[in-house]
């Protein structure tokens, strides 16, 4: 009762902030809008509100509902090896769909999974599917999402990845908004629904909300010369985690290839941002002893059986017998 005296007295020559401090009436809405009138909000703060006068985007101060408890500890493991300086790998699932191979591929050893979505047809469900077959795998759950898109980048964080991989940032201004789509505010521009995320990730220390914007690891690809155009800019971004010099494309889409001056060159480009924005810098697994580069993509589920089997094999590997008839015959018998 205090507080609505107080505020009927603020707002006593304002007969709009009177009608929104009051609006029908109700203890449990005391500052709904009135039915059927305009309440005049646009113009005019409710008392007692952080952001004064007409409404602006531009200068709202956000509130703290949502701030990481103090003292809150970051969670992800990945995050805190790149915090620290230290290698990360990623091991790649191309194919997979089955939650049984996604698990074994998850505990073998990697840091993080690189959930392929960008050359390959499974669908989120499936993804889904895997990732919350093993929350608690050694290698947190990782995604490289097909494009830079609200969508793909809102079903992959929805669904628990703590990596997030983003392709062909062809842009400063497209990389703006693949940080925008992975964060949520003030940084970013996520939206928030009852998703695996929140089921996944429950009771780390914080709340999901609250501290994911701090764990989540987010990776910019650049793959592309408009890329390397703004590769300065794109690795300075707040949120941006590291960037990843895209070894085949950079190729593809230069005409070079590795060892050729004008290729190392491309990726001396990407290094020398990453250097200069204290990030950290990605490649290929073959590229572990290359200057200052500390997160790795490793090979596929399908690579690592086949080394697995070879590995445990060893000088019984393919030595299958060998028939002269039937389907198992060498050809020309």
């Known amino acids: 009762m205090k507080f609505i005296l107080v505020a009927a007295a603020m707002c006593a020559s304002l007969t709009l902030c009177a009608d929104a401090v009051f609006g029908q009436g109700s203890a449990q809405f005391p500052f709904a ?41 970051i969670w992800n493991p990945v995050k805190i090896k ?54 608690r795998a050694k290698a947190v759950p990782g995604v490289r999402v ?4 609200e969508r793909e980048e809102q079903h992959a964080l929805d669904n628990g990845a703590l990596v997030l991989v983003v392709p062909t940032i062809r842009s400063y201004e497209e990389a703006i908004k693949a940080r925008d789509w992975a964060y949520f505010p003030p940084l970013g521009k996520r939206s928030q629904g009852t998703v695996q995320a929140f089921t996944m990730w429950e ?6 909300r609250g501290t994911i914007n701090d764990n989540l690891v987010l990776i910019l690809m650049i793959e592309t010369l408009d890329g390397l155009k703004d590769a300065d800019r794109i690795a300075k971004i707040p949120g941006v985690t590291a960037i990843f010099a895209a070894s085949t494309d950079l190729g593809n889409f230069s005409g070079y290839k590795q060892g050729d001056p004008d290729y190392e060159r491309e990726i001396n ?50 030595t299958q017998g060998k028939p002269e008839v039937g389907p198992f015959a060498a050809p020309g018998h």
């Not at 409404?55 to 949502?66: E, H, L, P």
């Not at 050893?109 to 929350?135: I, L, V």
């Not at 399908?302 to 019984?316: H, V, Y």
Request: hydrophobic content about 40%.
């Open 146 to 149: 097909a494009y830079t898109d």
């Open 203 to 208: 009771n780390v220390p914080g709340g999901y």
């Open 269 to 318: 480009i990407v290094h020398d941002a990453a250097i200069k924005a204290g990030v950290r810098l990605c490649g290929p697994i073959a590229w572990v002893g290359r200057p200052d580069f500390t997160c790795f993509q490793a090979g596929s589920e399908l690579t690592a059986i086949a080394r697995g089997a070879a590995d445990e094999l060893g000088s019984l590997a393919n």
């Open 33 to 73: 809008a009135p039915a059927g009138k305009d309440s005049g909000a646009l113009d005019h703060a409710l008392p007692g509100a952080v952001n004064q006068g007409p409404f602006d985007m531009t200068k709202w101060k956000y509130g703290s509902a949502w701030n990481p408890p103090p003292g809150a500890k």
């Open 82 to 135: 790149m915090m620290q300086g230290a290698k990360v790998t990623a091991g790649t699932i191309s194919a997979a769909t089955d939650p049984e191979i996604y698990c074994a591929m998850a505990n073998a050893g990697y840091d993080f999974t690189w959930t392929e979505m960008q050359h390959n047809s499974r669908d989120w469900d499936a993804a889904a599917r895997m990732w919350a077959a093993c929350p």
